[in-house]
């Protein structure tokens, strides 16, 4: 059983910054495939970023490019989500999940474990 365990959420202004952490129980945490998504009342689960097994290669969503960074530390078995330049309309629910595989993945249909979710409110 692979626990997720989300932190780091919290109310910003407009142009702030946060930091999410996304802490993973699991001894193999580096076989695993770690993804961001978030969730908008009354919108549908998006992607926001991956990485892949030794961070080397990630993807983030056009909506986050060049504001928001994932990055994982193995050795502490943490993924981290740096987001910068922070507009109202990052407003959302903000989860991380995991999947066992190689391939970085963007489809929330494609992970198996997701953590409990962490709000993130900007203010205009």
């Known amino acids: 059983q692979v626990q997720l365990v989300e932190s780091g959420g919290g109310f910003v202004h407009t142009g702030g910054s946060l930091r999410l952490s996304c802490a993973v129980s699991?001894?193999?945490?580096?076989?695993?495939?770690v993804g961001w998504f978030r969730q908008a009342p009354g919108k549908e689960r998006e992607f926001v970023a991956t990485?892949?097994?030794?961070?080397?290669?990630?993807v983030h969503a056009d909506s986050v490019k060049g504001r928001f960074t994932i990055s994982r530390d193995n050795l502490k078995d943490t993924v981290s989500l740096q987001m910068n330049s922070l507009k109202p309309e990052d407003t959302a629910v903000y989860y991380c999940?995991?999947?066992?595989?190689?391939?970085?993945?963007?489809?929330?249909?494609?992970?198996?474990?997701w953590g409990q979710g962490t709000q993130v409110t900007v203010s205009s």
């Open positions: 699991r001894r193999t945490f580096s076989r695993y495939i």
């Open positions: 990485i892949n097994l030794n961070g080397a290669h990630t």
């Open positions: 999940a995991a999947e066992s595989g190689l391939s970085v993945r963007t489809n929330s249909m494609e992970y198996t474990y």
